[in-house]
């Protein structure tokens, strides 16, 4: 089979926990031929670990897009977007794009930190994004705002939420109840527009998963690259996740990351699936 290739429109996170570098470590582990367009650049300070987000000029995102476009991406992630102007080009990208995938990650906070990166975001996601989405990976959180539901604390509600979203046009619904909802495991919902399914796994360690969100909505497009259904894909990333997460490290005293390849390297975590 001939190598996939995927591109990612995202933010760097110098930690490299998460962001594209999270994307590109798991492309890698699929065997898959990352590319990056990106957004912005995180730095942290080391004293206090405040996050220091600079965006790039649009005319250079343009130009990345552009160039990757030629080489040809099979799939299409986008993780930070942090505007409404890049929301809508990553939108175009794949629009322009002959990819036959498009996984959006609807990144709303920047790990670390709490605000709404820019509450006018969420509408444009709802309108430029969610209607050409083959799978969206929305946190509880995410989910909450792209159903406007707000605060989602149940399994009932996360239902709800999930199908409001496939009806804003989004193919394919994962919502990560994960670290949020109040459970001995990790719970998250998979909604094709017919079907729910919960996607469980043992709860792990939770100190260190900086870069859980983006390692599972990249192994999701690699999967789906790969040949994989939307529904093989996302149980295939949460297991790639959870094992992840297992072997998260603390990188100093503020943060610790998962341990992207740990599923291929050092454990393998099942997952078990139920309709719901
Ligand atoms: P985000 O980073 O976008 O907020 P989450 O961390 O909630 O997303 O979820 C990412 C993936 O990791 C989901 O599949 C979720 O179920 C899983 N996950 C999150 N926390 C844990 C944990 N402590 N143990 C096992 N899996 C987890």
């Known amino acids: 089979m001939s190598l996939k290739k995927i591109l990612t429109i995202a933010g760097s996170d110098t930690s490299a926990g998460a962001g594209m570098q ?14 990056v367009a990106l957004t912005a650049v995180v730095a942290m300070d080391p004293e206090t670990w405040a996050h220091d987000v600079t965006p790039l000029p649009i005319e250079l995102l343009d130009k990345q897009i552009k160039t990757a476009l030629s080489i040809g991406p099979d799939a299409i992630k986008t993780g930070m977007l942090g505007t409404e ?27 670390g930190e709490d605000e709404v990166l820019n509450p006018g975001n969420t509408d444009a996601m709802i309108k ?3 209607p050409l989405a083959t799978i ?6 995410e989910a909450g705002q792209l159903s406007g539901l707000g605060k989602l604390t149940t399994i009932e509600q996360m239902k709800e939420a999930a199908e409001i979203i496939h009806q804003r046009g989004a193919k394919h619904v994962i919502i990560k109840g ?11 919902l998979y909604y094709d527009g017919d079907t729910y399914t919960l ?20 192994a999701t497009t690699a999967n789906l690259a790969l040949g994989k259904s939307p529904r093989e894909a996302v149980i295939a990333a949460k297991g790639f996740v959870a094992s992840a997460i297992k072997h998260g490290w603390k990188m100093n005293e503020f943060v ?19 309709e719901v």
Do not use: W
Not at 93 to 111: L, Q
Not at 199 to 218: E, I, M, P, R, V
Not at 256 to 274: D, F, L, M, R, S
């Open 199 to 218: 996607l469980t796994t043992d709860k792990f360690q939770s100190s260190y998963n900086h870069g859980a969100g983006c390692t599972f909505a990249a």
């Open 85 to 111: 102007e890049i929301i809508q080009r990553a939108a175009k990208a794949f629009e322009d794009s002959d990819a036959a995938y498009f996984v959006v990650d609807p990144v709303m906070v920047c790990k």
């Open 256 to 274: 610790g990351p998962v341990q992207h390849g740990a599923y291929n390297n050092v454990e393998k975590i099942e997952v078990t699936t139920k």
């Open 128 to 130: 430029y994004l969610l």
């Open 136 to 141: 969206v990976t929305p946190n509880l959180f």
């Open 178 to 188: 994960g670290k949020a909802l109040e459970s001995d495991e990790a719970l998250d």
């Open 22 to 35: 999270a994307d590109l470590k798991t492309f890698q582990e699929y065997n898959t031929y990352g590319m």
